[in-house]
């Protein structure tokens, strides 16, 4: 593995919304580093061509992989991808996932699960396939987006909410596990804020965005 001080970034989600708008600000700040500290970044969506223009504006800095991270032989791809570009991995951030609104008897098994499946076990996947790479290098940082909802849930945020509190707990515990190995774990709560949740999530009629 690389042993240079350029700090290496994965963020999923990078389309719109939080990702992109972390992936711009890391970029950002990365190119007013000394050359020997500027940031690496490889920024993840289901889409990455919507990230062209990133790749565009900082080719020797950011790499754009393409990512479901439901799926863990797209995961495990997508890391190995980030380290035959850059070499290493100091901070993951968790960030893709979308909301949903309904009433607990209203919304699907589908919908429940697939919720489930992309907000708590998602980061889950993501988190193992670093881990290894993170131990091998004694450092690390590992940011989990949550939300208001993972400590404080409203009416008909029962799925969501639910997912979002069950990542809050895996990230406690993850904080006292690594620790000792010089990992850092950090969840984000951040309440309601316009994003594109609503636009590019599968179902549209029952989404808000607020993580």
Same mark, same amino acid.
């Given at each position: 593995?690389?042993?240079?001080?350029?700090?290496?970034?994965?963020?999923?989600?990078?389309?719109?919304?939080?990702? &992109?708008?972390?992936?711009?600000?890391?970029?950002?700040?990365?190119?007013?580093?000394?050359?020997?500290?500027?940031?690496?970044?490889?920024?993840?969506?289901?889409?990455?061509?919507?990230?062209?223009?990133?790749?565009?504006?900082?080719?020797?800095?950011?790499?754009?992989?393409?990512?479901?991270?439901?799926?863990?032989?797209?995961?495990?791809?997508?890391?190995?991808?980030?380290? *035959?570009? /850059?070499?290493?991995?100091?901070?993951?951030?968790?960030?893709?996932?979308?909301?949903?609104?309904?009433?607990?008897?209203?919304?699907?098994?589908?919908?429940?699960?697939?919720?489930?499946?992309?907000?708590?076990?998602?980061?889950?996947?993501?988190?193992?396939?670093?881990?290894?790479?993170? &131990?091998?290098?004694?450092?690390?940082?590992?940011?989990?987006?949550?939300?208001?909802?993972?400590?404080?849930?409203?009416?008909? /945020?029962?799925?969501?909410?639910?997912?979002?509190?069950?990542? *809050?707990?895996?990230?406690?515990?993850?904080?006292? *596990?690594?620790?000792?190995?010089?990992?850092?774990?950090?969840?984000? *709560?951040?309440?309601?804020?316009?994003?594109?949740?609503?636009?590019?999530?599968?179902?549209?009629?029952?989404?808000?965005?607020?993580?």
């Amino acid at each position: 593995m690389s042993s240079n001080n350029k700090k290496v970034w994965l963020i999923t989600g990078s389309s719109s919304g939080f990702g &992109r708008a972390l992936a711009e600000a890391v970029l950002k700040h990365g190119v007013s580093e000394a050359p020997a500290k500027q940031v690496r970044l490889v920024a993840t969506a289901r889409k990455p061509e919507q990230l062209n223009d990133l790749v565009n504006q900082y080719p020797e800095t950011v790499k754009a992989v393409r990512l479901d991270i439901t799926n863990k032989t797209a995961v495990k791809a997508a890391v190995d991808a980030t380290l *035959e570009a /850059f070499g290493r991995i100091d901070v993951l951030v968790n960030n893709a996932g979308y909301g949903l609104i309904g009433a607990l008897e209203e919304v699907s098994d589908e919908q429940i699960w697939r919720n489930f499946d992309t907000n708590l076990f998602g980061a889950i996947n993501m988190i193992r396939a670093v881990l290894p790479i993170m &131990r091998q290098q004694k450092s690390g940082h590992i940011v989990n987006m949550s939300a208001i909802a993972g400590f404080s849930n409203e009416v008909g /945020f029962s799925i969501y909410g639910g997912a979002k509190f069950a990542l *809050e707990g895996v990230s406690e515990a993850l904080h006292g *596990e690594l620790a000792p190995l010089g990992i850092k774990v950090t969840i984000v *709560e951040p309440g309601p804020f316009r994003t594109d949740f609503i636009g590019r999530s599968p179902f549209g009629r029952l989404l808000w965005s607020i993580a």
